[in-house]
Structure formats: C-alpha cells, structure tokens
C-alpha cells in the first residue's frame, strides 16, 4: 500500500515544525503529500531523499519557519490548505495558498472563520456558488508584531478531521487552549501524533484539548515507519470481494478504528475478511488486512460509520453495485465538497455501468446486479482520484473493455495503482 496520506500529511508537518531532524520510512510521494512538502520546503525546512521511499527532514524549529518567495501550490490537496492554513496563522510573515481548479472550489469558511476568531488575519476569494463561503486562494497575513493566537474553544456543526486538525496546529501558536468539540469523532491522527511527541493533548469522546505551549517549548524530530493506507487498500480489498476467485491481503495497513469503517461495511455485506494486528507506529495502529470473494448483500451506511468510511464510499458503492438487494447510503453531504461531488459523479458511474441508482441530497440508493456482469462503459473521473479507481474496480465485473478517462488524478493517493492492479491478474492499461 502507499503510505497513508493523512498520517504522511501529519508527518511531514510535525517533522517540519521539530528543533531535530526526523526520519519518514515507507513515504510513497502520493502528489497530495508532495504538496505538503513542497510547502513547507518553500517555508525554509530542509528535505533530502534516504532512497526512493524514505525522507529526513531538517527542520528550523517551532519558530523558524522563513516567509516564502512564492505562492505556496498545495495542487489538489485540501488536506494541504486546511492544515497549512493552522500553522501559517500562527506566523509573522505573510502567505499566500492557492490550487488546482479542483481545490480552487472548495469551501474554506470552515477554517477561515475560527482563525479569524482566534485573532488570525486571512481571508479567501467570495465562493461562486455557495453564498457567504469563501474559496482559495487564501491570502494569510503575518500576525502583528509582539501578539499570539488567543485561546479558541469552537464547537463544529460537522465533523472534520481537516477543521479540527487546522485548529490545533494553529493552537501551537497561540497564548490559551485549543478545545474542538465535534458531533462525531472524525479521523483522529492529529491528536495521536500530537499526543506521541509528547505535546500537551487531551482527547475524550470527541472533545479535544491542546495547552498553550511554554514559552521557547519545541517538538522533538522522530522516526516513522508510515502505516500503509486504508483508504488505497480499500479499492483492492472490495475489488477482492467482487471479483470471482479473489483473495487480497494488504500488508502493514493502517487500522484507526477512525478509518476502518470500509471493513464494518465489507462485513455487514457478507464478505470474507480478516485482520491480524501488529502493533503500531507513533500512536497508530497497523496490522494485515484479507478480503475474499464471496455472495454479497445489501447494506446501508449512515451515522458514524459514514464518517469513518467517509473517503471509501465511492468504493462502497462498487461493493453495493454487486450485492444483492438494495444499499442506502445516507449523512454524506460533505461528499458533494470533496475533490468532486462525489455522489452525484458516482451516481452517473454506476449508471453508465448499467446500475440503478437513485440520488439523494445527502446520500444514495443503489439497487445491486449480483447474477449478470456490467455492461462495459466510458466514464470520466472529473479529476478525482476515488471516482477514477472506484470506476476501474467497477469495470473489472463488466463484459468487455471500459475506459476511463483522465486518470492522472489516480498518482495524488495510490500512484501505482494501475501497476498493483495488474499484479493482482487484471488487464489494466494505461494510456497518455
Ligand atoms: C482528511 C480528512 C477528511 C478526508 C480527507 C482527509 C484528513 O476530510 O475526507 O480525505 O487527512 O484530515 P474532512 O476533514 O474535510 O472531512
């Protein structure tokens, strides 16, 4: 598996912040990562290759973060933004973050608001569809000479790993607390690492506290051996399922409970797995994770276990396309603000492939085709990485060959993915 994305993302910016330098083993260079490290490179933090997959990070200190000559391209990462936007709220110099035409649409008030409550001073462009929203760039302006973040204590109408994790990095720089309240617990990496270093953190339920940090306190460089990602095994462990004679094991997986939701829906669908832990990584669980072939079922996912399936629901509905019966997926709005609307882009995927799906402003309902292959079909991915591989997994149970166009995108998470696929027996072809 590649690494995992939200764990690299964390890494590389603890690592970037330390006063010693830190080592990252098992780093795949996923282009939503790369954007991370670009960043922090144009911030003044030193990078150099230990080999094709790892990377030792000379950082400049808690406070020793430069102004950067250009803007900062965080691509089609909005892990990057909402996470870099914490830190560099905490700055005296001023920044400037912009992305891709993908990014370029995505709702930013979600942080823009709270930093600004905390005494931040930065500001996006007017949002073209959602009123009163703002977009990138986000243009962040140094902090006054002599003040500091003030305590924040903000309680979110919708769980968001990114929003909360923006706010305790910027809590870093600031005088009081940070508390984060959410309705449900959304991934919680930020605090385990936060938590690992040493750094003064409290988690209960879903209420999360940071202390100020003493004054001249600095974070200590580390090693991580990366968990692999849950999300990227996800796309080969429901392929497994789906696929007639399939048996797939991803090794040194991460396994969050926060983000394993995908396995509760594999098996609440009848499907084979198994898990077999192995310990952990700087607070991370990781162990080996197998999926079978086998009858599926109709399921729904809703609650809780959407948010911790979140990003594998475009996967999820592959798995329902193949399960006998109807699945309801439901409490997903925020998948219309992802890298694409996600529900409407799969809802027209699972279409072209010849399933009958029915759109819901917050979720899906999808009528499965257990007997009969797919009907092949040409889709587009509309740039965004999980519809692109969802639709190749997709394709695998159609008669005859499917197309999928603009794949690029695939490399931001999992870019040997068309390559693992063919190790795995399928016929895969990627074409410029
Ligand atoms: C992420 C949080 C989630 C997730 C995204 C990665 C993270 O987004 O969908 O792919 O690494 O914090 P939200 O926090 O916006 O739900």
Redesign the pocket.
């Known amino acids: 598996m590649p690494s995992d994305?939200?764990i690299s993302?964390r890494a590389l910016i603890f690592a970037s912040l330390a006063a010693t330098p830190s080592e990252l083993r098992g780093f795949s260079r996923g282009g939503d990562n790369v954007s991370t490290l670009e960043a922090f490179r144009a911030l003044g933090v030193r990078f150099h290759d230990l080999g094709p997959e790892a990377v030792r990070v000379e950082p400049c200190g808690l406070g020793g973060l430069a102004a950067p000559s250009h803007d900062l391209d965080c691509g089609n990462s909005?892990?990057t933004m909402?996470?870099l936007s914490g830190v560099l709220a905490g700055q005296r110099f001023a920044s400037r973050l912009v992305g891709d035409a993908s990014l370029s649409r995505r709702p930013m008030r979600r942080i823009v608001e709270p930093l600004t409550a905390r005494g931040a001073r930065l500001r996006g462009a007017a949002h073209p569809t959602r009123a009163g929203d703002v977009t990138p760039p986000l243009a962040v302006e140094g902090l006054a000479p002599g003040s500091r973040l003030r305590e924040a204590s903000i309680e979110l109408a919708v769980?968001?790993?990114?929003?909360?994790?923006c706010l305790l990095l910027s809590g870093l720089f600031a005088e009081g607390p940070t508390t984060v309240t959410e309705p449900l617990l959304?991934?919680d990496?930020t605090e385990r690492m936060m938590d690992a270093l040493g750094l003064p953190i409290r988690a209960v339920g879903t209420v999360v506290r940071l202390e100020p940090l003493a004054s001249g306190a600095e974070l200590p460089g580390f090693e991580i051996d990366l968990p692999g990602d849950p999300?990227a095994a996800a796309f080969l462990l429901v392929g497994a399922a789906v696929v007639p004679g399939s048996h797939v094991t991803a090794r040194r997986c991460g396994l969050n409970p926060t983000r394993t939701g995908i396995l509760d829906v594999l098996r609440a669908a009848g499907a084979r797995t198994g898990i077999t832990p192995h310990g952990d990584s700087l607070g991370e669980p990781v162990g080996e994770v197998s999926a079978w072939h086998g009858e599926l079922r109709g399921t729904s996912i809703a609650g809780e276990l959407a948010l911790r399936a979140?990003?594998e629901i475009p996967i999820a509905c592959v798995l329902a396309a193949r399960a006998r019966g109807v699945t309801e997926l439901a409490d997903l709005a925020?998948l219309r603000v992802?890298e694409s609307d996600r529900l409407a882009e799969m809802a027209g995927v699972l279409r072209a492939f010849g399933v009958e799906v029915e759109e819901r402003p917050d979720g899906l309902r999808i009528e499965g085709v257990p007997d009969a292959p797919l009907r092949a079909a040409r889709v587009e991915s509309h740039g965004d990485h999980r519809v692109a591989m969802s639709a190749a997994v997709l394709a695998l149970c159609a008669q005859g060959e499917s197309v999928i166009e603009d794949v690029d995108c695939v490399a931001t998470s999992f870019p040997r993915f068309a390559g693992t696929l063919r190790a795995l027996g399928a016929e895969v072809e990627v074409r410029p």
Request: charge should be positive.
């Open positions: 994305k939200s993302h909005g892990t909402r996470l769980a968001s790993a990114q929003v909360k994790s959304s991934r990496h999300s979140i990003d925020e992802k």
